[in-house]
């Protein structure tokens, strides 16, 4: 495990999300920041958008902007979902929402440049990270000074990822030791396994509102000034 200063942990200079929460993705909902996921990744098509700038077949992606578009495409093929054209009987993408970028037209058209290479959403070129099919909030008591932050983080994200989360609110986030209950936390694991369970299921079958209670990670200084 590499070290930054007293402290054992990913560089963070460096460090890549694995995990973006829906609302994350919401945030990004204009053409000069043009975020979508789709099948379970999330993807930045701010570049794509800043190339095409002005081109009609944007407007359909920029019009779902900050959305999940899974519904696009086919979970089997990961490619855009096909059916059969009514006009010339031939194999077509769907697209409900009007033809889009780098899907081919109807007919053949002189217009229609087909030298872009592979189609915006094959490959991994604009791909950020993996969308948080489940969510969960978690709070984080500063014992130091008493602050308090609720998160919503990804149920599968390592406590370093929610820890990267928390650094807006406190730069020394990694100067601290991570606790629940009395029991030194692995910052490898996610929360589940490190048994802060999610009984958000369990509220639900008791008729509970589970916003009423929001287990609690506490922080405790080690006195060694590593910031972030």
Request: aromatic share 12%.
């Amino acid at each position: 495990m590499p070290r930054r200063g007293l402290v054992p942990g990913p560089d963070f200079e460096y460090f890549q999300r694995r995990y973006f929460t829906p609302a994350e993705v919401a945030q990004h909902n204009q053409p000069e920041d043009l975020w979508v996921s789709y099948l379970g990744n999330v993807y930045d098509l701010t570049p794509l958008a800043q190339e095409y700038k002005g081109d009609l077949l944007l407007k359909p992606i920029v019009e779902v902007a900050g959305q999940d578009v899974s519904h696009w495409f086919d979970p089997k093929t990961r490619d855009i979902r096909k059916h059969i054209d009514p006009v010339t009987g031939c194999l077509r993408y769907r697209t409900p929402r009007g033809r889009f970028l780098h899907v081919p037209p109807q007919l053949p058209r002189s217009d229609w440049a087909n030298d872009f290479g592979k189609p915006w959403w094959q490959g991994s070129r604009y791909e950020v990270g993996r969308l948080s099919a489940k969510t969960r909030n978690i709070r984080i008591i500063n014992t130091l000074t008493s602050q308090e932050h609720t998160l919503e983080v990804g149920a599968l994200e390592s406590m370093w990822e929610i820890l990267h989360r928390y650094l807006p609110y406190n730069a020394h986030a990694a100067s601290y030791t991570w606790k629940f209950e009395g029991k030194n936390l692995n910052m490898a694991q996610t929360l589940e396994e490190n048994g802060i369970r999610d009984e958000e299921e369990e509220f639900d079958y008791l008729n509970m509102d589970s916003t009423l209670y929001t287990p609690a990670v506490l922080l405790y200084f080690n006195d060694d000034l590593t910031e972030l």
